[in-house]
T-cell receptor, first 112, second 110 residues
Framework: DAGITQSPRYKITETGRQVTLMCHQT?????MFWYRQDLGHGLRLIYY???????DKGEVPDGYVVSRSKTENFPLTLESATRSQTSVYFC???????????FGSGTRLTVV | DAKTTQPPSMDCAEGRAANLPCNHS???????VYWYRQIHSQGPQYIIH???NNETNEMASLIITEDRKSSTLILPHATLRDTAVYYC???????????FGTGTSLTVIP
């Protein structure tokens, strides 16, 4: 099915562990984004990508790593998870910088 | 820096038009205005966007003032399923990212 999918939907991990959140889109959209959403902060941009092998930092990139070796995938890695990274993570994609973007259903990450 | 100002909450009677205002007084000439909404626990959903002309699609209408310093999203016949947080966003011209503010929490009342 066409769309944007995030996995896993829920994840519990321990402090200090590395964890990777996956995002896959089937439209061959050029642009992909990672946001986190926390109570009191709304949605904040972590990283974005304008095309394969092109990534750039958003508002809150510290502690995160991204890659984009293929157009359809944009994984987000927490290199050493901290409790402050407990959040809901949303991935989004879009065809161009002046178009609307489609968001995934989110990954709820808990770091204990 | 969201660059937009929205009221924190609004109510609307079911079946009536919901008019959601947004101020973006520092908008630049080439910056679009976008509207998204987020229903509880779901990912944000794109609604509409525009540059200077009014826009309409199957979900809503977007009215942008002539000076482009403010806009209004209109849901013509609000239903209970339109209860959500509505975000008005201006894309910063130094990058390609959207910055979401705190939005307007719209409650549609039966």
């Amino acid at each position: 099915d066409a769309g944007i999918t995030q996995s896993p939907r829920y994840k519990i991990t321990e402090t200090g562990r590395q964890v990777t959140l996956m995002c896959h889109q089937t439209w061959s959209h050029s642009y992909m984004f990672w946001y986190r959403q926390d109570l009191g902060h709304g949605l904040r941009l972590i990283y974005y990508s304008a095309a394969a092998d092109i990534t750039d930092k958003g508002e809150v990139p510290d502690g995160y790593v991204v890659s984009r070796s293929k157009t359809e995938n944009f994984p987000l890695t927490l290199e050493s998870a901290t409790r402050s990274q407990t959040s809901v993570y949303f991935c989004a994609s879009g065809p161009g910088q002046d178009n609307g973007y489609t968001f995934g259903s989110g990954t709820r990450l808990t770091v204990v | 820096d969201a660059k937009t100002t929205q009221p924190p909450s609004m109510d609307c009677a079911e079946g009536r038009a919901a008019n959601l205002p947004c101020n973006h007084s520092t908008i630049s000439g080439n910056e679009y205005v976008y509207w998204y909404r987020q229903i509880h626990s779901q990912g944000p959903q794109y609604i509409i966007h525009g540059l200077k002309n009014n826009e309409t699609n199957e979900m809503a209408s977007l009215i942008i003032t002539e000076d482009r310093k403010s806009s209004t999203l209109i849901l013509p016949h609000a239903t209970l399923r339109d209860t959500a947080v509505y975000y008005c966003i201006v894309r910063v011209n130094t990058g390609n990212q959207f910055y979401f503010g705190t939005g307007t929490s719209l409650t549609v009342i039966p």
